[in-house]
């Protein structure tokens, strides 16, 4: 490419081009998974819709492979490709909440928490997930599980419509109303169709909440909490979101330094209401339990619960992820994950399990294109540290452990929770029914595959 092309571009563009050589090249391109290092030849850093589609442009009429990296983590770096075009959009943050309709209006390259914090005040938030450093993007694509789930449904679920800029460079409006096989293609199938340049989510009232962390001791009541926890949240008010996982207590305050590095089985959990109500919800878990090494659940601002682990997973960290979906937690199931948990290679190392159940499962599995709406649990395994030369330690964990729980789960797993060596069986496997649908809307949308840099679904044809 010469550089009259490149220079043009620069120059047709209200936000920065990054080039290799150029000074801040090596920061900007920079993903959140540091075991990913992609050098891609040129960085758009959008500022608008107009970049948007400049760059979408520039890049398939000079047949260049291209990324779509939004706010967020993006475990297995698609967000970024070599020799490529980066389209960046981390620097468009903007968010405008309606409090009368509790709608939200969100650019792409938002955070769970510049969200949270800009419906805060207004006592409202939208679903997401359980980290505030989540991007609002990726997580909505791939479908998007957490703390409101069970009394709210998916992000998708609570989806109204968005603004996307398709592989051709025109701009489409997607809802119910306005290209509706396009809506209900971004609802779970991920940046195969298209660059979201806004999204519109229904929020709920949501202001303060009773929750927190409780670990136990997973060597001794690890399978006794699994169990109590699988029973309980079958029948568990839906205004809980509480999910189950296995980690180590971190060598750091303000954990209690008589615990630090031990094995622990964690309930983690969010109830969407006044203390006095959440303990009794909380009541017919705890009171059958032993006592755990602490219990750290109380009132605080939803945001400060979204936030909670955000300083233990900084940018720059070394991560291996694995998922799948869980139709039934067997107690042979929970005794091979207390076996591989305890052999996990780093403190930060876990293992999670996220309700699918409550507002989930009133939704029909053709509805949208994240049709799982017959599991249980969303399951991953994130192996995790800071030291790049644990990479391989981590990688081998793992997949060794995904190996050994995977025959109890379902075929497929959570797109959000892949890395990029998962196969094509597999992504089919993870949306089933939908994936011949998915496939012909692709070709209708994107017949080039010109986004391809993601977990591709092909054009049918």
Request: charged share 20%.
């Amino acid at each position: 490419m010469n550089e009259e092309t490149i220079t043009n571009f620069a120059a047709s563009m209200r936000g920065a081009v990054v080039r290799q050589g150029d000074a801040e090249y090596d920061a900007t391109r920079q993903l959140y998974n540091g075991m990913i290092d992609k050098r891609p030849l040129l960085i758009a850093r959008c500022a608008d819709t107009a970049d948007i589609i400049t760059a979408v442009n520039f890049g398939r009429e000079n047949a260049l492979d291209i990324a779509i990296r939004g706010g967020g983590h993006n475990g297995p770096g698609l967000g970024s490709v070599d020799d490529g075009l980066m389209i960046d959009l981390s620097l468009m943050k903007g968010v405008h909440v309606d409090p009368a309709s509790a709608t939200v209006r969100v650019e792409p390259g938002c955070t769970s928490g510049d969200v949270d914090h800009a419906t805060h005040v207004f006592g409202l938030a939208v679903p997401f997930g359980i980290v505030s450093t989540t991007g609002v993007g990726g997580l909505t694509l791939g479908g998007g599980t957490g703390y409101l789930t069970r009394q709210h449904g998916l992000t998708i679920d609570n989806l109204i419509s968005a603004d996307v800029v398709l592989a051709d460079g025109t701009f489409k409006t997607a809802s119910q109303k306005e290209n509706p096989d396009l809506f209900w293609a971004l609802r779970g199938g991920g940046g195969n169709f298209g660059v979201v340049t806004s999204f519109v989510f229904q929020a709920h009232k949501v202001k303060d909440v009773f929750a927190g962390p409780i670990f136990w001791d997973a060597e001794k009541h690890g399978a006794t909490v699994m169990r109590a926890y699988r029973d309980f949240i079958a029948t568990a008010p839906e205004a809980l979101g509480s999910f189950v996982g296995l980690k180590t207590v971190p060598s750091m305050d303000p954990f209690p330094r008589a615990h630090w590095g031990k094995r622990a089985c964690a309930v983690i959990s969010s109830f969407n209401g006044p203390e006095a109500e959440g303990r009794a919800v909380m009541a017919p878990l705890l009171d059958h339990l032993p006592e755990p090494f602490f219990n750290w659940m109380g009132m605080m601002p939803f945001p400060a619960m979204q936030g909670l682990f955000d300083p233990f997973f900084p940018k720059g960290m070394q991560w291996y992820w694995k998922g799948d979906y869980v139709s039934e937690l067997s107690d042979a199931a929970i005794d091979a994950h207390i076996a591989h948990a305890a052999r996990a290679p780093s403190e930060l190392s876990l293992m999670h399990l996220y309700p699918i159940d409550g507002a989930v499962h009133r939704t029909k599995k053709d509805d949208t294109a994240w049709g799982t709406r017959d599991a249980r649990w969303s399951m991953v395994i994130a192996a995790i540290d800071a030291n790049p030369q644990m990479a391989g330690p981590l990688t081998r964990w793992g997949r060794e452990y995904w190996e050994k729980v995977h025959p109890f789960n379902q075929g497929g797993g959570y797109v959000n929770f892949m890395m990029d060596d998962e196969g094509d069986a597999r992504l089919q496997a993870s949306y089933g029914t939908n994936y011949g649908r998915l496939a012909a809307i692709k070709a209708k949308f994107d017949p080039s595959n010109l986004f391809h840099v993601n977990q591709n679904i092909r054009p049918a044809g």
